[in-house]
């Protein structure tokens, strides 16, 4: 199979309907295509890319499904991650895709090259630019009573048994699942947070004991019994009670993305459930492991944890 590289001569917009994004245009008799994709971004964003392809005068255009991206740092050649590109839209054809980027990646200039085939067996590949700057995350210490020490420690099997069931479903791209209606809310009406995504945390046991770990997540200070919507269009895929987050909900939106939310004292959910953005799904709590009631909110793409503002303040496509 021939692959033709750098053949597309692209022409840059800097605004567009993606937060920090470039528009890149196309255009031949064959085919056009018009991009959208965030080209400036932090550590724990996602790259997010969408593009719209219309068949001109001499239709030649099918998109195969190996169609994907993958982003490469300039310096070293090296890729923090890539994701496969899937159909959103049909007429005109929209294809979308998602790179999650890890909180302790380094800034940089990075390339993200988009690969398709066309009708006639020839790859076609393609490169933009993207910036990932530094950003400061929180540094925090929790101190933890006996009770969630002992939840925080917990090694029974049947808290193994509930990690890997999540693991499993946040593990699963499931091309069925396009139920993305725009871009996400916030969950609770309150602006009170009282951790933040990424943060840097120190767990101090009533034993004397200490553990670091990541905070996956936004905690949303707000009293128990608080309704809790969803964020998004989507299906319920999980509705439990978990050892650690305790009442728990997790809601599918697109193919590996998923949003989470712990610490509930009541459920208005059950697994496969369709929601709809803004519907009430369940109440506030502090069932788990918390120091407080709070909601804990979170967005995975790839099972990675990605910050949710990004996704309230971008359109995917």
């Known amino acids: 199979m021939k692959t033709r590289k750098g053949l597309l001569l692209l022409l840059f917009s800097a605004t567009s309907a993606l937060l920090s ?21 932090c550590p724990g964003d996602a790259v997010i890319f969408n593009m719209t392809v219309t068949e001109g005068s001499e239709s030649i255009m099918s998109l195969d499904g190996t169609a994907f991206i993958k982003l490469i740092r300039d310096a070293t050649g090296k890729s923090p991650g890539d994701s496969p590109l899937f159909t959103v839209n049909h007429s005109p054809l929209v294809m979308y895709g998602a790179i999650p980027l890890s909180t ?56 193994a048994a509930q990690i890997d069931k999540l693991n499993a479903i946040l593990d699963t791209t499931d091309t069925s699942n396009i139920y993305y209606d725009g871009p996400f809310s916030y969950p609770v009406t309150s602006t009170r947070r009282t951790s933040f995504f990424g943060d ?7 034993t004397g004991k200490k553990e670091t770990s990541l905070h996956y997540g936004i ?25 650690s987050t305790g009442w728990s909900i997790v809601i599918a939106h697109m193919p590996g993305l998923y949003s989470l939310y712990y610490h509930l004292s009541k459920m208005e959910v059950s697994e496969g459930d369709y929601v709809e953005k803004g519907e009430e799904i369940a109440l506030s709590g502090s069932t788990g492991l918390a120091t407080g009631p709070h909601l804990h909110w979170e967005v995975r793409l790839y099972m990675n944890a990605v910050n949710p503002d990004q996704f309230v303040e971008t359109t995917l496509f």
């Open 104 to 159: 302790y990646l380094e800034e940089g200039t990075f390339s993200l090259k988009v690969t398709y085939t066309v009708t006639n067996g020839i790859r076609m590949e393609f490169s933009l630019p993207v910036t990932v700057t530094s950003k400061d995350f929180v540094e925090e210490v929790l101190y933890l009573n006996e009770t969630n020490t002992a939840i925080k420690t917990d090694n029974s099997p049947q808290r």
């Open 200 to 206: 840097r945390r120190t767990y101090k046991y009533n």
């Open 219 to 243: 905690d949303f200070g707000v009293p128990e019994g608080t309704p809790v919507t969803a964020c998004g269009a989507g299906k319920v895929v999980l509705a439990e009670w978990r050892n």
């Open 21 to 41: 994004a470039r528009s890149a245009y196309y255009s031949s008799k064959a085919y056009s295509l018009s991009i959208q994709y965030t080209d400036e971004i």
